[in-house]
């Protein structure tokens, strides 16, 4: 049964960082693209990032040159590197799978399999 665990939560000051994992089992990895999501306080789910099986990859334009998602097949295990985070980044954040076809994050109905979440917390 395919399950993917989120870990890596924490608490951080502003301009600091986090790496949040996404654990991977019931399927090998290699088939599917992995986005992660995160739903703030009041707000609805946002697309992050997500990676291809082909290692491309795709970041919403609020994030894009401070996060870095990556993937490592051989643990079954996607990572997002979180870096240079504000208060804006709080919230909890969801890993998420879908089929090799899907490219971003925009279509959160391509996405099924979704883990329990992980806090993020960025404050002073």
């Known amino acids: 049964q395919l399950q993917l665990v989120e870990s890596g939560e924490g608490l951080v000051q502003p301009g600091g960082s986090l790496r949040l994992s996404c654990a991977v089992s019931g399927v090998p990895l290699d088939y599917y693209t992995i986005g992660w999501f995160r739903r703030a306080p009041g707000k609805e789910r946002e697309g992050v990032s997500c990676?291809?099986?082909?290692?491309?990859?795709y970041y919403v334009d609020s994030v894009k040159g401070r996060f870095t998602i990556s993937r490592d097949n051989a643990k079954n295990t996607v990572y997002l590197q979180m870096n240079s985070l504000t208060p804006e980044d709080t919230a909890l954040y969801y890993c998420?799978?879908?089929?090799?076809?899907?490219?971003?994050?925009?279509?959160?109905?391509?996405?099924?399999?979704w883990g329990q979440g992980t806090q993020v917390t960025v404050s002073s």
């Open positions: 990676i291809t099986t082909d290692h491309n990859t």
């Open positions: 998420a799978v879908a089929d090799t076809w899907v490219l971003t994050t925009r279509a959160e109905a391509d996405f099924r399999s």
